[in-house]
Each structure stands twice: as structure tokens, then as C-alpha cells.
């Protein structure tokens, strides 16, 4: 039996990351997933060995290396191809769970609102990298821009999240068309971390893709 594939999507500090480690400690016991099967965290760009390399090199590049739009758009699906071969597919096929922080939603928002890079070129790059591979549910955590700002003030900024406000505008305006038209969960994430990760546990357990036979 195959296992499940799970994607949380959103701007920069919409909360990804205290959710993928509040869901680590529940999901296991959550009686959603079956018994013997393992539940794997990872993340995009940097879920493999070459994909944390190439995470370096995107995020924060050496003086004079920083990637060109196309060349970004190309580094993110070498990223992706890598993490879907070497460890999702591998993880999925023996059952167990995979639960990824960002997945190719983020490259249409990114590169493709946010950038301005050709959408249909972007959509060919997805069915190389991911060889087909869709998640079974994406949680979007749907943060106002304001808010995204707010929390990350005290934080050093990595070369994406300075591309500045119009930018990151275009990005969550990406975000929310994707949410309509791939049918995401959508998950307010403006409120405590506890309330958001019970809006998340509601989704996955009314979740057509988690109904046991
Ligand atoms: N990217 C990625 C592309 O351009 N194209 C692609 O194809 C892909 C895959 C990745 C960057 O690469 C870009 C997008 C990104 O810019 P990253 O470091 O993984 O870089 O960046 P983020 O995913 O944005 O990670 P962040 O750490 O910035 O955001 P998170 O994980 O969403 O948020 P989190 O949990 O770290 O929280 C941020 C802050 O808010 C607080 C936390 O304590 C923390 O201080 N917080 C809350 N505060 C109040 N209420 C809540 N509910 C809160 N939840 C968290």
C-alpha cells in the first residue's frame, strides 16, 4: 500500500515550520496513519544531500553567485527532482508518510507570480521534477502580508525574503489563486499556533485521503 503525502504551503513565516513540528508529535498517534508506518519530515529547497547544497546556494549565495531568474527557476526543480527520486518516492512506496515543508506550489508562486517566469515553462519543469508525483493534501497556511512582515522583523533576511513587499505581495496573490485551483486546504494562519494547529488536525481528519478501508 502506498503511503501518504503531505505539503504545507504559504508566504515566508506563515508558520510552516512550528506546524511541521507540532503535526510531528500528534500524527503518529493521531490514528490516521497506520500502524508500522513511519512519518518523515523534510523540506524544500534542502530535502536531500545535493538538495541542501543547492539551498545554500540560493538562499544565501557567495558575493557576485546569486542565480539569475531562470537559473533560480532551474536550481528548485534540480532540488525537487532530486528529493522526489532519492527520498519521497522511496518513503512513499514503502508505505510510510512524508511530510514536506513547501513543494512545487511554491515554485508557481515564487518564480512564477513572484518572478514573472513563464507559467506553462514552470508547469513542464513540474512533470519533469516531480515525475508525477502530487501531494494527497496541501495545507495552505494563509497569512496576511502585514503579519508575514511582522513576524520575521527581528530576522536576519535570507536573498529571497529580500526581494522586498511587492514582491512577496505577488507571491501570496499566487498562492491564493493555487488554493482555489488545486483544491488546498485552506488554514488561517493569523492566530495563536495552538488554534492554527487545531484548524490543521480538523482538515487532515475530515480529509477524503485519510479514510481508512
Ligand atoms: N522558494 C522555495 C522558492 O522561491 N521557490 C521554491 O520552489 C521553493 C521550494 C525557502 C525560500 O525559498 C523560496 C521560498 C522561501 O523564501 P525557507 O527558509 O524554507 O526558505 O523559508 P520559509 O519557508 O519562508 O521559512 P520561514 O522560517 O521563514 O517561515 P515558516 O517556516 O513558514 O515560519 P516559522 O514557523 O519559522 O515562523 C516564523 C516566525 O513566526 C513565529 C515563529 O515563532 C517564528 O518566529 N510564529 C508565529 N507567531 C505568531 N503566531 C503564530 N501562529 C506563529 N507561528 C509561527
Same mark, same amino acid.
Given at each position: 500500500?502506498?503511503?501518504?503525502? =503531505?505539503?504545507?504551503?504559504?508566504?515566508?513565516?506563515?508558520?510552516?515550520?512550528? $506546524?511541521?513540528?507540532?503535526? !510531528?508529535?500528534?500524527?503518529?498517534?493521531?490514528?490516521?496513519?497506520?500502524?508500522?508506518?513511519?512519518?518523515?519530515?523534510?523540506?524544500?529547497?534542502?530535502?536531500?544531500?545535493?538538495?541542501? %547544497?543547492?539551498?545554500?546556494?540560493?538562499?544565501?549565495?557567495?558575493?557576485?553567485?546569486?542565480?539569475?531568474?531562470?537559473?533560480? =527557476?532551474?536550481?528548485?526543480?534540480?532540488?525537487?527532482?532530486?528529493? #522526489?527520486?532519492?527520498?519521497?518516492?522511496?518513503?512513499?512506496?514503502?508505505?510510510?508518510?512524508?511530510?514536506?515543508?513547501?513543494?512545487?506550489?511554491?515554485?508557481?508562486?515564487?518564480?512564477?507570480?513572484?518572478?514573472?517566469?513563464?507559467?506553462?515553462?514552470?508547469?513542464?519543469?513540474?512533470?519533469?521534477?516531480?515525475?508525477?508525483?502530487? *501531494?494527497? &493534501?496541501?495545507?495552505?497556511?494563509?497569512?496576511?502580508?502585514? %503579519?508575514?512582515? !511582522?513576524?520575521?522583523?527581528?530576522?536576519?533576511?535570507?536573498?529571497?525574503?529580500?526581494?522586498?513587499?511587492?514582491?512577496?505581495?505577488?507571491?501570496?496573490?499566487?498562492?491564493? #489563486?493555487?488554493?482555489?485551483?488545486?483544491?488546498?486546504? #485552506?488554514? *488561517? %494562519?493569523? $492566530?495563536? *499556533?495552538?488554534? &492554527?494547529?487545531? !484548524?490543521?488536525?480538523?482538515?487532515?481528519?475530515?480529509? &477524503?485521503?485519510?479514510?481508512? *478501508?
Amino acid at each position: 500500500m502506498r503511503g501518504r503525502f =503531505l505539503v504545507l504551503e504559504g508566504i515566508d513565516g506563515c508558520g510552516k515550520t512550528t $506546524q511541521l513540528r507540532q503535526l !510531528a508529535e500528534w500524527l503518529p498517534d493521531s490514528g490516521l496513519m497506520p500502524d508500522g508506518a513511519t512519518l518523515h519530515l523534510t523540506r524544500e529547497p534542502g530535502g536531500s544531500p545535493l538538495g541542501r %547544497a543547492l539551498r545554500e546556494l540560493l538562499l544565501h549565495p557567495p558575493d557576485d553567485a546569486a542565480p539569475c531568474p531562470e537559473a533560480e =527557476l532551474l536550481m528548485y526543480a534540480a532540488d525537487r527532482a532530486q528529493h #522526489v527520486q532519492r527520498r519521497i518516492r522511496p518513503a512513499l512506496e514503502r508505505g510510510d508518510w512524508v511530510l514536506s515543508d513547501r513543494f512545487s506550489g511554491s515554485t508557481l508562486a515564487y518564480q512564477g507570480d513572484g518572478r514573472g517566469l513563464d507559467r506553462a515553462l514552470i508547469l513542464d519543469l513540474e512533470r519533469i521534477a516531480t515525475n508525477g508525483l502530487m *501531494p494527497d &493534501v496541501t495545507l495552505w497556511l494563509d497569512l496576511p502580508l502585514e %503579519a508575514s512582515i !511582522a513576524r520575521r522583523e527581528e530576522r536576519a533576511e535570507d536573498r529571497i525574503e529580500a526581494e522586498g513587499q511587492a514582491f512577496l505581495s505577488r507571491v501570496a496573490t499566487g498562492f491564493q #489563486v493555487l488554493a482555489a485551483e488545486r483544491n488546498w486546504a #485552506v488554514i *488561517p %494562519a493569523d $492566530q495563536r *499556533p495552538e488554534e &492554527v494547529h487545531k !484548524a490543521i488536525r480538523r482538515a487532515l481528519e475530515g480529509h &477524503v485521503a485519510f479514510r481508512r *478501508p
